[in-house]
Structures are given as C-alpha cells and as structure tokens.
C-alpha cells in the first residue's frame, strides 16, 4: 500500500468517527499516561504492606524494579479503554486489542518474577512452619522458570495459539524423561522434603547413621554437599538423606565426653573408689561442667573383662562450642591421668587410646582395638 493511500485511509476513519467517544478515547489515553507513575506509587504501597504482613520487606530497591511493570499495566489499561470507545476495523481492532493485552500480561508476570525473592524471604520466617528452608537458589530459580513459561503460555493463548495439544506432547515426554532420571526426581523431591521438615540447613554439623558427619554447606537438586572434619567434602544423595537417621549437632546446648577408662584388673577396691571420687570432686567443683537432671554427670566402675576394669566417665560441659570444649575436655583427662598415679593403680595393657570425635563433641576413651 502507498503511503498516500494509508493516509488516506486513516483521514477517512478519522472524519468518520464519532467526536465525543474520540474525545473520550484520547482523554483516557492522556489520565494514563499522566497518571501511571501515582498509580503505581499508590499500588506499591498496598503491595508493600501485604508483604510486610507475611514477614518480609519491599526493599526501596525492589519498588524502583517494580515500577516500570506497574506503570506500564496502567498505561495498557487506557489503552484498553480507548480501543474500547473507538470503531475500528474489526482486523485491526483485534491486531491492537492483542497487543495491548500481550503487554499488559507481561508487564503482570514481570512483577511477579521481580516478587519472587521476597516472598521466599517471608518463608523464613519462624511463624510459617515447616517451610523456613525453602528458600534455597535452585528453590527460586524453579519458581522464576515457573512464571516464565506462565507468562508465555498466557500471551499465546491471547493470540488464540492453543497450547493444549502441545502441553500433551509435553506430558507424554515428560513422564519418559521421568522414567529415565528417576534417581534424579527422587533425590530433588527428597531434597525438598528434607528442607521443608527443618532437619537441617546450610551451616550446620549433621552425623550420618553411617558415622560420616561434617558441615551443610549447600543443598542442591540431587544432594547435599558437606564438608568433613578433615576438610574434605562429601556429596550425599538426598534420599539418603530423607531415608537415614541423621543427628543434628549444631541444635544441642552442651557438648559431651563420654569416655571408657580401662584399668587394670588388679585395680583393688580402695583405688577405683579413689579414682571415682577424685573425677566426682574435680567434676564438682570445675566451672567447666554442668549437672543437673536433665544433663546427669555419671563416673561408675561399668565392666569387668579380661583386658581390665572398665570406669565409665559421662559428663556434660557446660559450652557447645567446639574450642571452648577442647581445654575442658584436656583437664579432665590430665586429672584422670593424675588420679590414677596418685592411687598407684595403672592402665590396662594395651594402653588406653584417646578416639575424639572431632566437632562432634563426645570423646570418647577406649582400649586399643575396640569402637
């Protein structure tokens, strides 16, 4: 078409239509644009209340992201309102009609992408139970696929592209993907679970019922990465996770020793009382360890076998931190090494061998060649 005759064409149209729905259609145009940045300002405020309510902040960053989208709704809302009031061609009305929609969607799920971070946030929140961890990165990133595939499902099917026969294709091919990455899909689902029960999270010091422990350091789709005492790392499935019995350290409030003492067997009666007497007063009167019901401090002769007399040391100390443990957990053993000279009794043969537990706080003395 030349562009006379187009000009033509919209002279024509123009002399044709009715001058108050024009007028109308070209003022809602104008209250649009003039008015979209209070508007918007007006609804973030609302927004931001509804967040505050769930725990979280709109940061002042966050409202200057949101803003571009917020405004832009309001704009495509007047023009929404004036193709509305005006007659046009029935093509062209529906080619516009589309686009402003189109816009108007991805203007709506553009804030909810932007939102996604902070309403994460809100779920760490203590009052929300049961889902204080679920605001991992792969969590988010998750949710920002989500709604980016929403978004362009709903501006297809503004355009009448009917996505239904494709989701089925889409069904069809994921059940086989999911029958091929089923250790996969297994471990993400027990990745969440594990999260949403709270077992553990980032930072902690969890013992495996396989012996393994060390730190959470992340939480991915497939396992948990820890780092071991001796600062290697260890990637652990998380099914194994969601199936096995595992022992958070980090949520205790004391650390233990609990210690076998092997003496010999000619230890006569006197010496193990002294011995058991010495570590009760020493126990007693050190600022170090804590007796009370619930954390009970326990020094009894236990087992009589053919490598000695075993004592039994079971006490609670009164920090959890590792370091503030290690000197309380050396002048209780430089006193047992004390006490048993003092009383002229002796170690079982062979020697007694100190098994710490590293971080995990529960010492643990035994002879040679037992666990």
Sequence with gaps: MEPDGFFQQILHWFFLQDRESLYWALGCLAAAYLLRQPLARLSLMVLARIVRSLGATLTDELRAALM????????????????????????????????????????????????????????HDERVEGARNLGGDWFLKAAQVVVVVLAVASVLEVWGIKIGSAMTGLGVFGAAMALAAQDFVRNMIAGMSNMSEGRFKPGDYIQLASGEEGTVERIELRSTLLRKPDQGTAFIPNSDLANGRIVNLTTRNHRRINCNLPLRNDTTRPQIAAIRDGIAAFLDQ??????????????????????GIILLISVFTRTRDYTEFLPAQEALMLEVVDLVEASGAHFSRPLMQLVPDGPTGSAVSAPAGTT
Excluded at 89 to 94: A, C, F, I, K
């Design 68 to 123: 571009p989208a917020t405004s832009l709704m309001y704009v495509s809302a007047g023009w929404l309102i004036a193709l509305s009031l005006l007659v046009l061609p029935q093509s062209l009305s529906g080619v516009l009609e589309n686009i402003v929609l189109s816009v108007m969607v991805a203007a709506i799920f553009s804030a909810l992408y932007e939102l996604i971070v902070p309403l994460a946030d809100a779920l």
């Design 286 to 307: 050190s600022e170090d360890f804590i007796d009370s019901p619930d954390f009970p401090t326990r020094v009894r002769a236990t087992t009589v076998t053919d490598e």
